[in-house]
């Protein structure tokens, strides 16, 4: 069965500081991976898609990372902002019929100043 | 201003009513989406369609409805067979299919509650 599992469920960090958000995956076969933030409230909004043979991707203050052999990516943030107080979403889609997409639960992330 | 608009944004039901969730698009866009989203779950797919007058089950279709006459337009009801109706849903689509790497755009959402 096709799963995405993100850790942590929640965090709260301080303005101007860096984290890292987990997220592993048992999508196969892999087609894409992506993260998105969604504002509470509000439609979740692409960050990145990531393929099969890119390690790194960054959009701004937001640098996501695949590693397809151990199917773990990572999105970093780097010197927070309160308006980074979102839940980031990953997302995996697999290369079949319908290339269905399997969503993780989401990080909620609270940045506080 | 291009994007989606769905409507209402906060929506009450009395069980056994059926509702209608309204979703649109002036992206042009030909596939189009409805998810539902429930606390600390991931979004699950209820129908989505790929082409005007065609639309598919997603995995949790089971008292919920949708037609797709026009292009632009994607309305999902919730009938009175939906045991659990209340959640957030979320209308979505992208230029084609799910195939590739194509990028949903999400509406902002219709919070359904049962009364």
């Known amino acids: 069965k096709n799963q995405v599992e993100q850790s942590p469920q929640s965090l709260i960090i301080l303005e101007g500081k860096n984290c890292t958000l987990q997220c592993n995956y048992t999508v196969s076969p892999f087609s894409n991976l992506r993260w998105y933030k969604q504002d509470t409230g509000r439609g979740p909004v692409s960050l990145t898609i990531m393929t099969f043979s890119e390690n790194t991707k960054s959009n701004g203050r937001y640098t996501a990372t695949l590693d397809a052999d151990t199917k773990q990516s990572s999105l970093h943030i780097t010197a927070s902002q309160l308006s980074d107080s979102a839940s980031y979403i990953c997302?995996?889609?697999?290369?079949?019929?319908?290339?269905?997409?399997?969503f993780g639960g989401g990080t909620r992330v609270l940045v506080k100043p | 201003d291009g994007g989606i608009t769905q409507s209402p944004k906060y929506l009450f039901r009395k069980e056994g009513q059926n509702v209608t969730l309204s979703c649109e698009q002036n992206?042009?866009?030909?596939?189009m989406y409805w998810y539902r989203q429930d606390p600390g779950q991931g979004l699950r797919l209820i129908y989505y369609s790929q082409i005007v007058n065609d639309f598919q089950k997603g995995d949790i279709a089971e008292g919920y409805s949708v037609s797709r006459e026009k292009k632009e337009s994607f309305p999902l009801t919730v009938t009175s067979a939906q045991k659990n109706p209340t959640a957030f849903y979320l209308c979505?689509?992208?230029?084609?299919?799910?195939?590739?790497?194509?990028?949903?755009?999400f509406g902002a959402g219709s919070r359904l509650t049962v009364l």
């Open positions: 997302v995996v889609s697999a290369m079949a019929a319908g290339n269905k997409l399997t």
């Open positions: 992206l042009n866009h030909d596939a």
């Open positions: 979505a689509s992208s230029i084609e299919g799910l195939s590739g790497a194509n990028v949903l755009t």
